[in-house]
């Protein structure tokens, strides 16, 4: 079965530092690129990050470039999001999505999300 | 960046209805087009990708259609699952873009 789960969400202060992590399981994870997207509470959806499947190209959206750091190891099929300088407006749910095995762009499985809340 | 503007904001219906769900772009691009299904608390699905293709396993109710900056999902008779929220995202270029979302509740 095809899976994704992501773990490191919590309660941090602003200014503050978290990373997460998502573990994928049931395909290929070296062949594929992989997406960070946010949700805010009660908002729509966020892209936030994608890398290629070698790391080769990586992308983020203008709100958390600088902060945030995506990565993947291929060996351990995991990819991560470092997450630094937190603010409030980074609170959201994170998905870690696969892109489709056709379409470059177009997250096609997603795991069920991990919280970040930021607050003092 | 590629502007979306997705409408409308919230669409109430009845099952049975046939609805039309409309996104527009600052500019073409051509038909790298995604529209998801998103349920409270959920992960979003993913429906319809290249505009008008059919994810495998979605409903044949469901359909996409335009190319450029004009695209529209469709359900062709809402069923009392379809009731949720729907996102179109373009990937054509990065940032990566989704519109403001479509709330489909019952009438």
């Known amino acids: 079965e095809v899976q994704l789960v992501e773990s490191g969400g919590g309660l941090v202060k602003p200014g503050g530092s978290l990373r997460l992590s998502c573990a994928a399981s049931g395909f290929t994870f070296s062949s594929y690129s992989m997406n960070w997207v946010r949700q805010a509470p009660g908002k729509g959806l966020e892209w936030v990050s994608s890398?290629?499947?070698?790391?080769?190209?990586?992308y983020y959206a203008d709100s958390v470039k600088g902060r945030f750091t995506i990565s993947r190891d291929n060996a351990k099929n995991s990819l991560y999001l470092q997450m630094n300088s937190l603010r409030a407006e980074d609170t959201a749910v994170y998905y870690c999505?696969?892109?489709?095995?056709?379409?470059?762009?177009?997250?096609?499985?997603w795991g069920q999300g991990t919280t970040v809340t930021v607050s003092s | 960046v590629i502007w979306m503007t997705q409408s409308p904001s919230l669409l109430s219906a009845s099952t049975g209805d046939r609805v039309t769900i409309s996104c527009r772009m600052s500019?073409?691009?051509?038909?790298?087009l995604a529209w998801y299904q998103q349920k409270p608390g959920k992960a979003p699905e993913l429906l319809i990708y290249?505009?008008?293709t059919l994810q495998s396993g979605v409903p044949s109710r469901f359909s996409g259609s335009g190319s450029g900056t004009d695209f529209t999902l469709t359900i062709s008779c809402l069923q009392s699952e379809d009731f949720a929220t729907y996102y179109c995202q373009q990937y054509y270029s990065f940032p990566r873009t989704f519109g403001q979302g479509t709330k489909v509740e019952i009438k």
């Open positions: 890398i290629s499947s070698s790391s080769s190209y990586i």
């Open positions: 500019q073409g691009i051509s038909s790298y």
């Open positions: 290249a505009a008008s």
């Open positions: 999505a696969r892109d489709h095995p056709l379409i470059v762009g177009a997250p096609h499985v």
